[in-house]
Every structure is written in C-alpha cells, then in structure tokens.
C-alpha cells in the first residue's frame, strides 16, 4: 500500500526543489522542457497522483483534452484518435472521446458537456455543416479553449485544421477507373455542405472533364455513410435505363453497399460494374472481393492534430494563429476495380 | 472577445450586492421571487456564465456519464458504448468515453480524468485484474460515484455487473468443436485474473472432461487479444510434434490471426484444423473465410448497463444494493469450424 507519494518525494528523489516541481507538473514556462518531461516521467514512475480538480480551479487547467467524432466504430476515427492518444499522452493530458452519430443535438450537447468536464482543448470533426450558426458553437469560440478541427471540418476564421486532400484523393480514385475503362462513372456523394464531400465531388467531377467525359450530374447522388444507406442508393443507379459502369463511393460503407446490391441484382464486379470507397477501413482489405480505396492516413493526422493542440495551448498568450494542415492521400488498388491486370 | 462578466458587474447594474447576485442565482430561498428574477435575467443578457464547475461542485449532478473500455475500435465494445447511449440521452444524460489500450496507469488515468470532470457515475470494462488494490480505485468506491462493471469484471463487494454467461459461450463453442470429430483441442486463452477469461477457459475445459477427452494443459497458452498475438500463439501450437486439431480462441482478433498462421503453414481450415473465436466481431462474418464465433448481445449489454446506473442513481440515498445480470451468448457456427456439412 505505503503512504501517498507527494511532491516532495519526487523532489527528493530527482534532488531539485518541490517548487520546481510544482511548477513543472503545472506547465509554469520557467521550467525547461527537458525537466518538465523528466518530472512528469518521474511522477508516473512514482504512482504520483496530482490533486487534479484542485489543480484545475487554480491554473484553469484540467490537462483533460476532448475529442469529439461522428462515430467511434470506423477505424478511420478510431486510429486518428489513437494518434491524438499517442501524442498527448506523454505530455500528462488526458483524452475524453464523445461521439456524435451525425446528429446536431448531441454534437452541440457534446461541446456543452466537454466544457463543463472543464477540458483544455476540444479537437473535432464536424457532423453538423451550420455548425457555426449555433449559439453554444459561437460561445466556445469565444472563450480561450483551443478547437482544432480535423477530416470533417468548416473555414472558420481563428480555427486551425488537419485534414487530407480530399479532391486529390477523389480526383485519382476516378482517373484509376477511367484508366480501367470506365466511362459512365456514378459517383454516391454526401453532404456537400461539409468540405470534405464537397471536395471528393469536386475532384470527380474534375477527372471526368479532363479525361474529355460526359460529364452527367444525375448520376451523381447524396445519401448517408451506412450500408444500407449505399444499397438503397445503388438500387436507384442501377435501375437507370442507361446505367453507370462504375461506382466511385465518398465512404467504405456505401461502396459495400453498393458491391452487395450489384451482387444482388446479378451484375459481376469488376466486369459489370468497378467499385472504389474512400477511407481505406480494414475491411475493403480483407473482404473476399477486396475494395479499392483511398487511404487517408489517420493515425498520422491524429498525430498532426494533436501537436497543433499543444502548439495553440501553449501559445494562448500569443497572438491567435491559425493552421492549416493538409495530408496527401493515397489510392490502394484492390479487386473491386481492376479489370485491365497490370504487370 | 470582450472581458467576462462576474456577479460583480451584474452588482453593479442592478446597484445591488455580488452577495445578493450570488444567492439570487444559486437559488437561495432568502432572495424575494422578484428579485431572484430579474438577476437570472440580467444575467443572461450580460452573458453571464456560471461556473458549472463551481456549481456541479456544489449540487453533485454534471449530467455527464463516463464509459471506460480497453479500446472503441472493435465493434463489441463500440455497440455496447451505443446500447449505453440509446437508453440515456433521452434521459438527459451525456456519454463521454475513454480508452485504456490495456495500460493499467491508462485506466487508473482515466479514473481519475472522469472524477475530476465530475462526471455523475462510471461504468467500466476493466483492463486490470489487480484494480481493486489501487488507491484511485479504493477512493473512487469511496466516494458516492456509481460504478458499474460491464463484460470484464471483478467481483467486488458493493459494486454491480452486467456480463454474458462466458462458461457456457465456451462450453458450447469446444463441444461443437467436438461435434465435429475433433479431438485435440487447443485453448488461445488470455489473462485469468479477468473473470470472462477465467470462465472461457473453464467451459472449454469442462466440454473436454464431459465428452471423455484428455485435457492437456500444454494446449492452453495465454496470449494478448491481437491479431499479432494469435499468430505467435498458434506457431508454438503448430510447431508442436502433436499438434491440435482445432483452436478455441477467446477472442475473434487472436483467431483471425491463428487462422493467417495455419495458412502459412499450408495447412487447411477446416479440414486440417477447425478454429473458434469469441466475440462475433463483423469481420469474421464478412471473411473470405468466415469465423465461428460467440455472440454477446453487445447492444443488450449496454442497454442493462445504462439501466444499472440510472436505478443506481436514482436510489442513492438509500441503502445500497448490488446486481449481477447475465446474458446468455449464442454460438455462431461459420465456415472455419465447420466439417461436418449440416443441412
């Protein structure tokens, strides 16, 4: 069991003062980094255990650090959220995960609880596009908490971003299923209010055009990131008297979706029809008809997200910048759409 | 940005004292009715915020519940976070999640994190089989917060659970194995201080004795539930002169990697070797070669949880009673286990 270890053991233990201590668990600047990493490393060591919540009222601080996702069941947000993890803890912050299911009232009621968990930061991806017009919204960015967006995010003045070239990744999913032959190419969107979708239509688009296509908006349509969602979207393309000869899928759900409907209705992939996601979630990899898809490097973006996170917190005195982070994507060629073989 | 407002300045507009303000807004029965009206609207148009923190301190109800689970990507957990979540937004409450990775300074971070968000009760899927000689955990059945265990629990005085009957998900799934002509039957088991991994490994052994088998206890070996673990595991099996003829794992992720290894090594599934994981995990439905597995009933699980804590909560006060509701799992029997054809 032994007696609970407080600062002064630490302080004995590494022969520097219990000030020096005090001030390097509470992030005071006139302590180096290196000292700072080295008490903190020594606490854990020791099963030190701050008075938190006391620390909080006193330095505004809670070194609890809120996330906030659409959903935790993709792997995609799972693995930014094991980057951000990654990250922040060996800096002593703590993460707390909500998820929204896309639907505002628990984003809003989200960023009221996380507020009032008192975090030091919210880092998000956005399920609601008028996000910004919403009372509770307008108040975090009033106050000094640090929001950073990442994947699904807004232009907002004074918010930083992490997030992947949307368009690119759309606009090389489309120019692979051209290059396989591909000419009537249907896209299933989603919300274009929110950038990410906007830009994966953006660069379809653009790679039909460039490639001297028709370019056909009624085949391109807006459903939700679900399965089922995908299939009933399919079933509208493919009862079409002129039907399209590919599907390019803003989501991994729709597109197996679609690849179940395309099956259901007799229709062979890739020969009928060539099939490409975007996310890249483990299953496309492991299906027995493996899906192309484009990988977004989530872990690394959760990585970037967090040290912008640490960057604004640590700089929230200073002048108020704002980051832009942009990840390259990068398209995995798989079963679903490759009817010319390479090599 | 503007500075913030305190009850000072609504004092001063209402040419009042910061100590009438205080009581008016903290409800105080002293403060007229008229009184107390006018300050709660003065208060709103000055924007005035309480410190909610100040306040959860003082009323003991945040409104928010914490959820703590070894980790959100995999789709057992991730449901039972949503059965959690469907049976208590609509009563008002907030879900905030963290994750242990299996790290038990992580779960005694995430204790602590959940407390200082004053956070109105935990329900836990614990990582560590030592917990309860913790001090945070010691201080946290202190305190008046609700705790409840979900799947992997310990038996602790005072403290309920909601499970799945483990023994009987193992039993059936080694006697099916059984059925099918198996003889040989080696156990990826995982750590046996945790309850759920403790009763898999009983059923399965209780199904051997019943049928008349040899148990072996070298067939049994504990490993870590990743894919990476199960592949390591299953070599040593493999490697052995008599090696198994079928694999009862207590995890879907350790069987999929068993099966990865089995085909490695050119043997085949199931004719060679017959393999059964635990969990029903969407991937071993959606396999190329799909995976026996057993299911939990996650949703339902989640659901009892939440239903737990709110009786929990709502009878604080009085004498404190203790549940233990268990579910009964079903075998779901696939492709990987299956010789023997049915119709």
């Known amino acids: 069991m032994g007696k609970k270890i407080t600062i002064y053991d630490i302080a004995k233990k590494l022969d520097i003062t219990a000030a020096t201590v005090s001030r390097a668990l509470n992030n005071n600047t006139k302590i180096s980094e290196a000292t700072r990493e080295l008490v ?12 938190k919540l006391a620390q909080a009222l006193k330095s505004g601080k809670s070194y609890n650090v809120g996330v906030i996702v659409p959903r935790i069941d993709s792997n995609f947000f799972a693995s930014i959220i094991r980057g951000i993890e ?7 912050y703590h993460v707390i995960i909500c998820q929204t299911h896309d639907q505002e009232y628990l ?3 989200n960023i009221n609880s996380l507020l009032n968990a008192q975090v030091d930061g919210i880092l998000m991806s956005i399920s609601n596009a008028n996000l910004e017009n919403n009372e509770s919204f307008k108040n975090l960015l009033k106050k000094n908490v640090p929001l950073i967006f990442f994947d699904r995010k807004k232009d907002i003045k004074g918010v930083s971003s992490v997030t992947i070239d949307d368009f690119k990744g759309a606009y090389d999913a489309t120019q692979h299923l051209i290059n396989q032959g591909c000419k009537r190419i249907a896209h299933l969107s989603n919300d274009r209010k929110l950038l990410i979708f906007k830009n994966r239509y953006l660069g ?33 393309l493919l009862d079409m008297e002129n039907r399209p000869d590919a ?19 007799g229709l062979r992939i890739p020969e009928d029809i060539c099939v490409a996601g975007f996310a890249n979630e483990p299953f496309t ?6 899906i192309t898809s484009v990988d977004q490097s989530p872990i690394e973006m959760g990585r970037l997200t967090a040290q912008v996170f640490l ?18 994507p990068e398209l995995m060629i798989r079963k679903s759409s490759q009817k010319l073989k390479i090599d």
């Open 204 to 236: 379809y688009k653009q790679a039909i055009i460039d490639n001297g296509l028709e370019f056909d908006e009624s085949l391109v349509i807006e459903t939700q990131s679900k399965v089922l969602e995908g299939r009933k979207t399919t079933k509208i």
């Open 86 to 92: 990654e990250e922040l803890y060996p800096k002593g």
């Open 311 to 328: 960057e604004e917190v640590n700089n929230s005195k200073k002048i108020k910048s704002e980051k832009q982070v942009v990840l390259t």
């Open 107 to 109: 984003e809003i009621g």
């Open 40 to 51: 903190i490393r020594t606490a854990k060591e020791m099963n030190y255990e701050q008075n």
């Open 285 to 290: 990899k492991f299906m027995e008809l493996s």
């Open 247 to 265: 599907i390019f899928s803003s989501s991994d759900f729709t597109a197996l979706g679609a690849i179940e409907e395309i099956k259901a209705h």
